[in-house]
């Protein structure tokens, strides 16, 4: 039986699974297009959502927990940012399986140009194979 054992993350990194459940859901990918552009309150990200602002807050807690984005509190307003970190271990899963790919069909390329195949069958026909067979 083939086991796969995911890459073990390096130390910092939040593990692949927490950071893609965190990235699944279109409302916490809007906040983090919105904090690419830089630091921003909790009701900044709201403002453009088409959800309450206690769901804005539970897809945040989302966030922070998978470590995609960090906050602190400065009286009354809750600032959030963007963990590059965490960001960047998606990244790198992705760009090995891309790599991974890309060799794959270069490889296929390189044989599709060659011109040779070797599962072409031989000149008899169908029909000569079967006759011979009924002798």
């Known amino acids: 039986m083939?086991?796969?054992?995911?890459?073990?993350?390096?130390?910092?990194?939040?593990?692949?699974?927490?950071?893609f459940h965190a990235l699944s859901d279109a409302n916490r990918r809007a906040m983090i297009d919105h904090l690419l552009d830089g630091p921003a309150s909790v009701s900044e990200l709201a403002r453009p959502l088409a959800i309450s602002l206690p769901a804005v807050v539970q897809h945040?807690?989302?966030?922070?927990?998978?470590?995609?984005?960090?906050?602190?509190?400065?009286g009354r307003v809750r600032t959030c940012e963007i963990e590059p970190l965490a960001l960047s271990t998606a990244e790198r899963w992705i760009s090995e399986r891309r790599a991974t790919w890309e060799a794959r069909l270069d490889r296929l390329g390189e044989f599709l140009a060659s011109g040779t195949d070797e599962s072409e069958p031989s000149t008899q026909s169908k029909k000569t194979r079967s006759k011979g067979r009924s002798k």
């Open 60 to 74: 945040l807690h989302v966030l922070e927990a998978s470590g995609v984005v960090r906050s602190h509190k400065a």
């Open 2 to 19: 083939l086991q796969y054992l995911p890459p073990q993350p390096t130390p910092g990194e939040p593990p692949i699974d927490v950071v």
